[in-house]
């Protein structure tokens, strides 16, 4: 992912942007499919559920018409008499021709009637009275009439292929016998008549009328007249009278709703999904330009957001990069109050703050080296201090002056420990000793009025402390608490362990000293410019804090008259070797 971030982010929103489009088309589209889905169901089952109500009122009507000839007592005299004489047989043709014929011209759309009778005596015209043997059983619907009890049925009707297709209404003429009847009536149904019924509502679907063993009675394709409908519908129906499913029909998914007439004829209808589905997709082509007019908007606006917020983020990364660079701005750049623009404002608070930081770490950086300089200076100085006292040492013993021999002896070594080459940590023996030669240079100068003591276990002399920790506390006792030249002071150093810590004490009972004088040589040192002892205190305590934390330090506790105890605190392990 080499790319730049403005290419990133417009890929991402183009993405985030495209995905919901697609989505809001193909959901379009699936619910307007199965809207309009459910709706051909809706509308197939009430235009199969009006073109059964109106097929069974036809058939109902051709039944009716069947039972006016059924309950004709005079066609059932003359079909069942014996005829001797011609003048009777004129006379029953007569009425045959007279009742057949208004049947027939009040209903055109029955294309003939038939009586088929067993009565020998009755001459047959083959038209409308046709003998009851085996010859007109080959028609073969005397066996489809076998335990009707008289009731209608209605049969398809085989037909050449220059006729019209034909259905058949056949039923026994046996009123008062059922067992024993006189005839059989037929009566032929133009197949034009029932799709008539249809036909109207025969376009974009297709409409079959089958029997109760599956073979079609009508549609609009007469050539499948009479073929089982499962060639074309090859799955079974369900057992329910009525109902829908989806099926295959000629290669393609369809819709199908059935229903089930009084006679077991079903009346089927069939809508290929493509009739909904290409209204579906009409409809998701409408929402295409829609779409890709929002599509193009997105677009715009993503390519003017992503250059916005990259703008931005270049500025601040250009922000960045002068930093790197150490060229910190004053000024920041303006960037609104957003995400980015506090990040601009707390990077240039950020920048503002390392450049000081900068500056205050050249600055000690240049202190350091001016330090390392005097340091330099400070190791030629302690040779020179060392010759001039060694000089004034034999110079004492030449004119046989000890007590210069000694003080110059003990001066020369006091500076040998505290200069110690420049080293800063030191043993408490190392300060004990040092603070050893200071005392005997005081006590030269305080002949017989000052009196050491010692009170540390050995066990703490290797540890390591902060040089000069004690001897500015010894020379506070000496600038301070004398106070007759005549009283002796006494001067105490103990060390002792303090649970984890090791307390160091430096305890005089010379004159004491205020409590507003304690805190303020702590915090400020010794102002008045005669002595540096103050100074000396405040640093160690500074020095002691710096090194340990707030919990470690010195603590002085004096009172006017009585004395000073000075407690200086540090961890029971020392300072540890570097």
Known sequence: MNMNLRRKLFAVFFVASILPLSLLIYFSYTSIRNELRDQSYETMISTTAQINANLQNKLDYYVKISNSLFLDGTLRGYLTHTYNDNRLYLEAYTYFDNLLSSVRISNPDISGITIYTDNHSLPKDNVLIKALDETADKEGFFKALEGTYGNAVFLTQSSGNKQAPTLRLARLLN???LNYPYGILSMDI????????IAEEDENKSIYIVNSEGNILSSKDKSVLGSPLQELLPDPFPEEGSGKFDSIYKGEQVLVVYDT???????????PYNNFAALAKAAAARLMPVALICLLLAVFLIYITAGLFTRRVIALLKMIRRAEREEFTDAPQEMGNDEIGQLSQAFHSMSGRISSLINEVYKKEIAKQEIEMNVLQAQINPHFLYNTLASISSLAIKYEDARIHRMVTDLAKFYRISLNKGKHIISINEEITLTKHYMAIQ?????????MHYQIEDNLLPKRIVKLTLQPFVENCINHAIWDDEARLNIIIRGYPDGEDLVLEVIDDG??????????ILE???????HSSGYGIANVNRRLKLLFGEGYGVQIFSALGIGTQVSIRIPGSGIPRE
């Not at 133009?190 to 019924?197: F, K, P, Q, V």
């Not at 004829?265 to 809508?271: A, E, F, H, L, S």
């Not at 004159?511 to 303020?520: I, L, N, P, R, W």
């Open 175 to 177: 009123n008062y016998s």
């Open 190 to 197: 133009a197949e034009s008549d029932i799709y008539s019924l």
């Open 261 to 271: 007439l009084n006679y077991g004829w079903k009346t089927v209808t069939i809508v």
């Open 443 to 451: 006590q030269t100068r305080f002949a017989g009025l000052l009196n």
């Open 511 to 520: 004159m004491g000293m205020s409590a507003g004088k304690t805190a303020h």
């Open 524 to 530: 400020q040192g010794n102002s008045g410019g005669e």
